[in-house]
């Protein structure tokens, strides 16, 4: 029977059945920070069994399997950290708690007290968020109408796999409505978010690999209210072979390191809390005045080649890297160029707060609207609705204009005195990187986090060997490569950086994504965007 208050600090208590066996019975109590559940039946349980309410994504009430069952059920959802089965340390693993409830022969009654226990979990667990210290949060709003795109091709073909093996399920017991969408075709995604009404979604959220999310955040620069477009929450699930955002957000979270499978818990479980941190991205300008954004990196040489070149190695996952690293190993090459930027030291001597805007008189738009129904698979159109037609591909010239790259000078334009010029001009590789990890296994800036506000500017310079090139990628696999002391390895904080290769042929990536060929210049914009983690 239940007794309220029985536990000194229980907002619930009472007592319960198992599910499988009536004559198991349990002590149930709920206080504010948890879940407290002891076996009362013969044999006794002993000790207490206590689920901490920040591992809870979800609680769930239910009658009983058939009618002739009186009692009502309520299920607890839990993501606590545990012991790995088969190798060293601990990750989130699944853990259901369900009770029955069959304090008298009136289903009607009983159902009604499982749900007053599964409504003041899931409450309890609101309340209860995994936050870092010092870290100031939103949250998506409750509930939630969140938008998942989903990329069939990225990685070795899993995405759409792996989200309905592991994420359904998840999103159901956290109580997540979503609406799939599979994109079918490059810049699919980019089209969609720039013509969609956004009123519709809380959360925009990539089940894929980088790039997809590269062309989520292009997309919303690219309309005319983005502004208002760009602070909608993004949310990442690995589904791709490099995963970088998705490493580097479960690195944000403090929680110890996860790979594959364990790496898509972790996101989802940050997913289903919901708290929302802001996203630095970096705009980056190209010899042609094209402009992107960025929220990864911006590379040349070494690490463009192998992300490029490894492409043809995709259906083997995320060890393509590898391969493509010891392919260009081989036959190392290096690139002439000039390099230059700004250090933060000299930026912050000119520091202007909040992104430099244009006026503009447009009024922000309404994000409020009705709720879709949830968990549908669709197909949309530009315009948000359901079709069987693609998005409408024409662009605006940027109607992010007014957002001005104030520490930029004109690329054909000299630069400030306040910059910095590197004096070598040969290369093996330049990569500028805003967030801590450049893959699951690439640990590449270890002081980096969403929202520094910081470019980590990394350049190997010629002469170096290739056993030194792989000493180093191999130590970033646990962030100590800057604690090798290789005299060609040079790293800096800045805030703007330019580029300009003068070898006739090479690459650059952005994000990892290739791009035109030529100079590139490229400022930071703190906290520009918005970002599911914990």
């Known amino acids: 029977m239940e007794n309220a208050g029985a536990e000194a600090g229980a907002l619930l208590s009472g007592e319960f059945s198992d599910l499988l066996h009536d004559r198991v019975r349990y002590s149930v109590s709920l206080t504010e920070r948890a879940l407290t559940v002891r076996r009362t039946s013969s044999p006794p349980g002993g000790a207490s069994v206590v689920f901490s309410l920040t591992d809870c994504v979800g609680c769930r009430s239910s009658r009983g399997p058939d009618g002739s069952d009186v009692g009502a059920y ?8 545990k012991r790995r089965w088969m190798s060293a340390g601990v990750a989130r693993q699944r853990v259901e708690q369900c009770f029955r409830v069959a304090l008298v022969q009136d ?17 309890a667990c609101l309340r209860q968020k995994p936050r870092r210290e010092g870290v100031l949060y939103s949250e998506v709003r409750r509930p939630c109408r969140v938008m998942i795109l989903v990329n069939p091709n990225s990685g070795r073909g899993q995405a759409l796999q792996l989200f309905t093996g592991h994420m359904r399920g998840m999103l159901t017991e956290a109580a997540v409505p979503y609406t799939l969408v599979i994109t079918e075709h490059q810049n699919h995604a980019r089209d969609l978010v720039r013509k969609t009404d956004l009123s519709q979604w809380d959360a925009l959220v990539i089940m894929s690999g980088d790039g997809l999310l590269f062309e989520v955040i292009n997309g919303l620069m690219d309309r005319e209210d983005w502004q208002q477009a760009i602070q ?17 957000v479960h690195h944000y979270s403090q929680a110890p390191p996860a790979w594959n499978e364990e790496l898509l818990l972790s996101c989802g479980f940050m997913l289903c809390k919901g708290l929302v941190g802001p996203l630095d991205l970096v705009s980056i300008r190209l010899a042609s005045r094209r402009r992107l954004f960025s929220f990864l990196s911006l590379a040349w040489g070494f690490v463009a080649d192998v992300d490029i070149e490894s492409e043809k190695y995709r259906h083997v996952g995320a060890i393509r890297f590898l391969m493509g690293t010891l392919v260009r190993l081989a036959s190392l090459r290096v690139y002439q160029g000039r390099l230059a930027y700004l250090p933060v030291r000299e930026a912050r001597r000119h520091s202007r707060g909040k992104p430099h805007l244009l006026p503009s008189s447009a009024p922000p738009p309404s994000l409020c609207s009705s709720v879709p129904a949830p968990n549908q698979t669709s197909r949309l159109d530009g315009n948000g609705t359901v079709s069987d037609q693609n998005a409408v591909t024409g662009q605006k010239p940027d109607p992010s204009s007014s957002l001005v790259d104030s520490l930029l000078p004109e690329l054909d334009q000299p630069l400030p005195e306040t910059w910095t010029v590197v004096k070598e001009e040969d290369f093996v590789l330049v990569l500028a ?46 962030g100590a490569h800057l604690a090798c002391g290789c005299p060609h390895l040079v790293y800096e904080k800045v805030k703007a950086l330019r580029l300009e290769p003068v070898s006739p042929e090479g690459m650059i990536t952005v994000d990892g994504e290739m791009v035109e060929y030529g100079p590139v210049q490229a400022q930071i914009h703190p906290g520009l965007a918005r970002l599911i983690g914990g």
């Open 74 to 81: 309520f299920t607890a959802y839990f993501y606590p950290f």
């Open 107 to 123: 289903p009607l009654r009983n159902l009604r007290e499982a749900e007053k226990w599964a409504r003041a979990i899931r409450d």
């Open 232 to 248: 909608v929450p993004l949310g990442i699930l690995p589904g791709g072979s490099g995963n970088a955002l998705a490493a580097s």
């Open 433 to 478: 990187i805003y967030q801590s990890h450049l893959a699951e296994d690439l640990w590449t800036a270890p002081g980096a986090l969403a929202d520094d506000g910081v470019i980590h500017l990394f350049y190997v310079t010629a002469g170096i060997s290739r056993p030194a090139l792989l000493r180093l990628f191999l130590a970033m696999e646990k």
